[in-house]
């Protein structure tokens, strides 16, 4: 496997790959790396010749400097994790690299997919995902890119940022690894205290009863939404940052329990804000 921190050399190593008519994937990463992004890396391998992880905790998509000073890092059991899975090469830039000092940098936002979720309770966040994604875009210059559908509005805004500026990638989203009890993989897992990690599970646990609420006959969106918000609260130490239901498309919000919805949450469980999301198939009203 190799390791790459700098441009040149990831580039010259591109070069030869390509020469060899090699079909690249590409999975980026901010390192902390678990099952999840191993399964990023798995779907890779099995459609393209060559997979590139990159590790790099982009410091302009953290809207609190507290998470970004807090986000775990773990580069040398990365690494390792890496070479297990095959990987071909981790690209592994420092943030001078990333981010010139004498760079001017350049903001971009998809206004009508960020105004909901994430990209309201996270002014900015997107705006520095798209930074670094096209960038890494660029430098890895991939077949195909493999994200976690666990971050879905991530998934879904970088997939219209390569449709509309016509980048030559296809997008691939990877269904959501979870926890024997459901909680969905992150590396901000780690930071929850062994009490807070029970409560986390009510977040999967919520997802079931949205299910089954639905399918008992219940179609009020805003009695729907209550029973899941006070089913969540249950929890100790738990805050709600959103629990909002959205077309999964348009990321728009729905007004009726109607056909193909994405009902999506962000919760503080202590310190750390955790995500998740599910595309619920409602019976047509
Ligand atoms: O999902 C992540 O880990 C990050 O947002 C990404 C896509 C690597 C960009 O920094």
Same mark, same amino acid.
């Given at each position: 496997?190799?390791?790459?921190?700098?441009?040149?050399?990831?580039?010259?190593?591109?070069?030869?790959?390509?020469?060899?008519?090699?079909?690249?994937?590409?999975?980026?990463?901010?390192?902390?790396?678990?099952?999840?992004?191993?399964?990023?890396?798995?779907?890779?391998?099995?459609?393209?010749?060559?997979?590139?992880?990159?590790?790099?905790?982009?410091?302009?998509?953290?809207?609190?400097?507290?998470?970004?000073?807090?986000?775990?890092?773990?580069?040398?059991?990365?690494?390792?994790?890496?070479?297990?899975?095959?990987?071909?090469?981790?690209?592994?830039?420092?943030?001078?690299?990333?981010?010139?000092?004498?760079?001017?940098?350049?903001?971009?936002?998809?206004?009508?997919?960020?105004?909901?979720?994430?990209?309201?309770?996270?002014?900015?966040?997107?705006?520095?995902? $798209? !930074?670094? =994604?096209?960038? *890494?875009?660029?430098?890895?210059?991939?077949?195909? +890119?493999? &994200?976690?559908?666990?971050?879905?509005?991530?998934?879904?805004?970088?997939?219209?940022?390569?449709?509309?500026?016509?980048?030559?990638?296809?997008?691939?989203?990877?269904?959501?690894?979870?926890?024997?009890?459901?909680?969905?993989?992150?590396?901000?897992?780690?930071?929850?205290?062994?009490?807070?990690?029970?409560?986390?599970?009510?977040?999967?646990?919520?997802?079931?009863?949205?299910?089954?609420?639905?399918?008992?006959?219940?179609?009020?969106?805003?009695?729907?939404?209550?029973?899941?918000?006070?089913?969540?609260?249950?929890?100790?130490?738990?805050?709600?940052?959103?629990?909002?239901?959205?077309?999964?498309?348009? $990321? !728009?919000? =729905?007004?009726? *329990?109607?056909?193909?919805?994405?009902?999506?949450? +962000?919760? &503080?469980?202590?310190?750390?804000?955790?995500?998740?999301?599910?595309?619920?198939?409602?019976?047509?009203?």
């Amino acid at each position: 496997m190799i390791v790459a921190s700098e441009i040149s050399e990831l580039k010259k190593i591109l070069s030869t790959w390509k020469q060899n008519g090699d079909s690249i994937g590409f999975c980026p990463t901010m390192g902390t790396l678990h099952a999840g992004h191993m399964d990023l890396v798995e779907t890779s391998k099995k459609q393209c010749s060559k997979t590139i992880v990159s590790i790099f905790i982009n410091p302009t998509q953290f809207n609190d400097p507290k998470d970004f000073a807090a986000y775990p890092k773990n580069t040398d059991a990365d690494l390792k994790l890496c070479e297990e899975k095959g990987v071909d090469l981790v690209f592994l830039p420092n943030v001078d690299v990333m981010y010139p000092k004498t760079s001017t940098p350049i903001q971009m936002s998809i206004p009508s997919l960020q105004s909901s979720l994430c990209g309201r309770t996270r002014p900015g966040h997107f705006e520095g995902v $798209l !930074q670094i =994604v096209a960038k *890494l875009f660029h430098l890895t210059e991939p077949n195909f +890119a493999f &994200f976690g559908l666990k971050d879905y509005q991530q998934f879904r805004v970088i997939s219209a940022m390569v449709e509309e500026l016509n980048f030559p990638i296809q997008v691939v989203g990877v269904p959501t690894k979870r926890e024997s009890d459901g909680l969905a993989m992150s590396s901000r897992n780690l930071r929850l205290t062994p009490k807070d990690r029970e409560t986390a599970s009510l977040i999967p646990r919520m997802f079931q009863l949205a299910k089954k609420t639905i399918m008992g006959g219940e179609r009020d969106l805003k009695v729907w939404k209550e029973i899941l918000t006070d089913f969540l609260l249950t929890g100790m130490n738990v805050k709600i940052d959103y629990l909002e239901v959205v077309d999964p498309i348009t $990321l !728009q919000p =729905v007004t009726n *329990l109607s056909g193909k919805i994405l009902l999506a949450t +962000a919760v &503080f469980v202590g310190e750390v804000r955790l995500i998740d999301n599910e595309i619920l198939n409602c019976p047509p009203t």
